[in-house]
């Protein structure tokens, strides 16, 4: 047949480039989305490093010899009221805090996608008493109920702490992928994969699911910004984790004291700081993302 | 008889209104419509835009609910949503309209052509990928192209992908919803002439839905015309073009143009007398709604909607 020969004759067409070379580009391209991301690798990897190497039950160890020692010296960062290391506590509580960021945003973003997807997918009655339910859980004052929380669960881990978190953080994300799955579902590839024997399961995660992959992944990136965030203000509101394991919310949480606030600015600076560089760089690197997904706005 | 048979096809769509979501009425897309098909046949199926035609493809293929009527495939209703559904699907495909949408973007061409195999016969990896080979090579794509993605491919290609794709299981029955409209004319031609090919290799029966006379008078043995969710006209191409009864029917043939330019002047006084029977006797052809009236037989092959003699 004619359209053999066409093939052969004409030259390999350039390949259009895959989704992670878009990504890629895009993120050269906007140098502090790169700054970002490199120092995100690094200063992850520093963290849980370091982690493995110190000794969490010393470091929160009160030790009344060493009361809130300036930096330098025998304590890199200085000691806090108790005594307590800051630099170990800075270690530690930046690792408990990116775990229970990271941890939140997977477990909603299963959650979040899952839910969305069938709930958006089915349809009709199906999507409306998934929806309210949704919004039940939207109206839940979520600070109200983590206080009781706290009170009730007496023993806090990274895990438990991120359950709570999750359970009120995964319907912004259901919402946004029901929207999306109500376009996909009406498009003629959803429609034609149905006539094609493929059961709504499969239609929904084989067919729809890779075309919403990239507002999932944007999204999942912002919502850890801002999940570390959130920890961090639980934390300092005495509503995250408590002293003995310590998290960045913790650390700032020391500034309530006005002695500290005013004098001892080693110990909540350095946590401060950490906060707003990396939610920052998060940021940064969503939006580069985010721009990698729309052609229009692409700078690469 | 034919191996598929639809009677009172009837699709409706409510429309919903007010505070409550009422339902205030209903669209009828299909308003019964009966036919049957037989194997190795082409059928057309011709209409303006929403005239149902290509809702009547989707209600066979069960991408539309049916309201009434009965669709029977080999004996067997093919209606619900039972098991004995899915073997239908199996002989029942579908070509789309748009290339462009109907392959999903995200999916190497293998994944494209392989999905209804996996979803029907238990063949290893390797087994698909040959079936695969051999499906590109039936419509005659490289073999190379199966990592690829849709996009990568002219309309005229993606289009050979969804024909694959729809021959993989080996079907009785192709619907073809208007598979060459968003495609340019000489690609047109193309994929139809392709289309015919693989109808005498593969004895498919095509039900083909467009509004392009040309294209149905080229490739098909019974034409259908339908208006406002029925059938106004049905018969054999030749009862069709030659000679038409309906109003609808001639009109429409009135409108196909023609380039030769001798034959103008016939074609031009020939519109004016379709035009002017319009004119006064339109009535006569459809109901107080503006509807066409049932199917009369005027031959063996011939129906044609006219209102019941006296």
């Given at each position: 047949?004619?359209?053999?020969?066409?093939?052969?004759?004409?030259?390999?067409?350039?390949?259009?480039?895959?989704?992670?070379?878009?990504?890629?580009?895009?993120?050269?391209?906007?140098?502090?989305?790169?700054?970002?991301?490199?120092?995100?690798?690094?200063?992850?990897?520093?963290?849980?490093?370091?982690?493995?190497?110190?000794?969490?039950?010393?470091?929160?160890?009160?030790?009344?010899?060493?009361?809130?020692?300036?930096?330098?010296?025998?304590?890199?960062?200085?000691?806090?009221?108790?005594?307590?290391?800051?630099?170990?506590?800075?270690?530690?509580?930046?690792?408990?805090?990116?775990?229970?960021?990271?941890?939140?945003?997977?477990?909603t973003g299963v959650i979040g996608v899952v839910?969305?997807?069938?709930?958006?997918?089915?349809?009709?009655?199906?999507?409306?008493?998934?929806?309210?339910?949704?919004?039940?859980?939207?109206?839940?004052?979520?600070?109200?109920?983590?206080?009781?929380?706290?009170?009730?669960?007496?023993?806090?881990?990274?895990?438990?702490?991120?359950?709570?978190?999750?359970?009120?953080?995964?319907?912004?994300?259901?919402?946004?992928?029901?929207?999306?799955?109500?376009?996909?579902?009406?498009?003629?590839?959803?429609?034609?994969?149905?006539?094609?024997?493929?059961?709504?399961?499969?239609?929904?995660?084989?067919?729809?699911?890779?075309?919403?992959?990239?507002?999932?992944?944007?999204?999942?990136?912002?919502?850890?910004?801002?999940?570390?965030?959130?920890?961090?203000?639980?934390?300092?509101?005495?509503?995250?984790?408590?002293?003995?394991?310590?998290?960045?919310?913790?650390?700032?949480?020391?500034?309530?004291?006005?002695?500290?606030?005013?004098?001892?600015?080693?110990?909540?600076?350095?946590?401060?700081?950490?906060?707003?560089?990396?939610?920052?760089?998060?940021?940064?690197?969503?939006?580069?993302?985010?721009?990698?997904?729309?052609?229009?706005?692409?700078?690469? | 008889?034919?191996?598929?048979?639809?009677?009172?096809?009837?699709?409706?769509?409510?429309?919903?209104?007010?505070?409550?979501?009422?339902?205030?009425?209903?669209?009828?897309?299909?308003?019964?419509?009966?036919?049957?098909?037989?194997?190795?046949?082409?059928?057309?199926?011709?209409?303006?835009?929403?005239?149902?035609?290509?809702?009547?493809?989707?209600?066979?293929?069960?991408?539309?609910?049916?309201?009434?009527?009965?669709?029977?495939y080999e004996g067997k209703s093919a209606l619900?949503?039972?098991?004995?559904?899915?073997?239908?699907?199996?002989?029942?495909?579908?070509?789309?309209?748009?290339?462009?949408?109907?392959?999903?973007?995200?999916?190497?061409?293998?994944?494209?052509?392989?999905?209804?195999?996996?979803?029907?016969?238990?063949?290893?990896?390797?087994?698909?990928?040959?079936?695969?080979?051999?499906?590109?090579?039936?419509?005659?794509?490289?073999?190379?192209?199966?990592?690829?993605?849709?996009?990568?491919?002219?309309?005229?290609?993606?289009?050979?992908?969804?024909?694959?794709?729809?021959?993989?299981?080996?079907?009785?029955?192709?619907?073809?919803?208007?598979?060459?409209?968003?495609?340019?004319?000489?690609?047109?031609?193309?994929?139809?002439?392709?289309?015919?090919?693989?109808?005498?290799?593969?004895?498919?029966?095509?039900?083909?839905?467009?509004?392009?006379?040309?294209?149905?008078?080229?490739?098909?043995?019974?034409?259908?015309?339908?208006?406002?969710?029925?059938?106004?006209?049905?018969?054999?191409?030749?009862?069709?073009?030659?000679?038409?009864?309906?109003?609808?029917?001639?009109?429409?043939?009135?409108?196909?143009?023609?380039?030769?330019?001798?034959?103008?002047?016939?074609?031009?006084?020939?519109?004016?007398?379709?035009?002017?029977?319009?004119?006064?006797?339109?009535?006569?052809?459809?109901?107080?709604?503006?509807?066409?009236?049932?199917?009369?037989?005027?031959?063996?092959?011939?129906?044609?909607?006219?209102?019941?003699?006296?």
């Amino acid at each position: 047949m004619e359209m053999r020969n066409e093939n052969i004759d004409i030259p390999k067409p350039i390949k259009s480039p895959s989704t992670i070379k878009i990504i890629w580009r895009e993120l050269v391209r906007d140098k502090l989305a790169l700054v970002s991301l490199i120092f995100l690798v690094l200063i992850t990897a520093f963290v849980y490093g370091i982690a493995l190497f110190l000794d969490k039950s010393e470091i929160v160890t009160v030790d009344l010899f060493a009361i809130n020692e300036p930096p330098g010296g025998e304590f890199i960062l200085g000691t806090d009221y108790g005594g307590r290391d800051i630099f170990g506590q800075l270690i530690i509580g930046t690792r408990n805090s990116l775990s229970v960021a990271i941890l939140v945003t997977l477990m909603t973003g299963v959650i979040g996608v899952v839910y969305g997807l069938v709930s958006g997918y089915i349809g009709g009655t199906v999507d409306n008493i998934m929806m309210r339910i949704l919004d039940f859980f939207l109206i839940l004052p979520f600070l109200m109920i983590v206080i009781v929380f706290v009170a009730i669960v007496p023993k806090y881990t990274v895990f438990s702490f991120s359950l709570i978190m999750t359970a009120f953080l995964w319907m912004g994300i259901a919402r946004m992928i029901r929207s999306k799955a109500l376009q996909e579902k009406e498009l003629d590839y959803a429609q034609a994969s149905r006539t094609l024997g493929s059961s709504n399961l499969k239609v929904m995660f084989r067919q729809v699911l890779p075309n919403i992959s990239s507002l999932i992944i944007v999204t999942m990136t912002l919502n850890l910004a801002a999940n570390i965030g959130l920890e961090s203000g639980l934390s300092f509101l005495g509503f995250g984790f408590p002293e003995s394991t310590p998290s960045l919310g913790t650390l700032l949480g020391y500034a309530r004291n006005p002695q500290t606030l005013e004098f001892r600015w080693w110990i909540w600076v350095p946590a401060a700081v950490l906060i707003l560089v990396l939610m920052l760089s998060v940021n940064n690197v969503g939006q580069a993302l985010k721009r990698a997904t729309d052609a229009r706005q692409r700078r690469g | 008889m034919g191996f598929l048979e639809i009677k009172d096809l009837k699709v409706h769509f409510p429309i919903r209104a007010g505070l409550f979501n009422r339902v205030v009425g209903h669209v009828k897309a299909v308003d019964g419509v009966s036919f049957t098909i037989e194997e190795g046949k082409t059928y057309g199926l011709v209409g303006e835009s929403g005239s149902g035609k290509t809702t009547t493809g989707r209600a066979i293929i069960g991408l539309n609910d049916v309201t009434s009527g009965s669709i029977t495939y080999e004996g067997k209703s093919a209606l619900g949503k039972n098991k004995s559904i899915l073997n239908t699907h199996k002989d029942v495909q579908m070509i789309f309209q748009d290339p462009y949408s109907s392959l999903n973007p995200k999916k190497r061409v293998l994944d494209i052509i392989a999905e209804p195999l996996r979803n029907y016969e238990n063949l290893s990896k390797q087994e698909v990928r040959r079936r695969v080979e051999e499906l590109l090579d039936k419509v005659g794509l490289s073999p190379e192209s199966i990592f690829k993605y849709p996009h990568e491919f002219s309309g005229g290609q993606r289009q050979r992908i969804g024909v694959a794709r729809a021959i993989a299981l080996k079907p009785k029955l192709i619907i073809a919803d208007e598979p060459v409209s968003a495609l340019d004319v000489s690609v047109q031609a193309q994929v139809l002439n392709f289309m015919q090919d693989l109808q005498k290799e593969l004895n498919l029966t095509y039900l083909f839905i467009g509004h392009d006379l040309g294209v149905i008078k080229h490739l098909c043995d019974n034409i259908a015309i339908m208006y406002k969710g029925r059938y106004v006209e049905q018969g054999t191409k030749a009862d069709i073009f030659n000679n038409p009864q309906h109003i609808y029917t001639k009109r429409l043939i009135a409108a196909i143009p023609d380039i030769e330019p001798a034959n103008r002047a016939k074609q031009l006084k020939y519109r004016q007398e379709v035009q002017a029977e319009y004119e006064h006797a339109s009535d006569e052809y459809f109901d107080n709604e503006g509807l066409a009236y049932g199917l009369q037989p005027i031959s063996d092959t011939h129906l044609v909607a006219l209102p019941e003699k006296g």
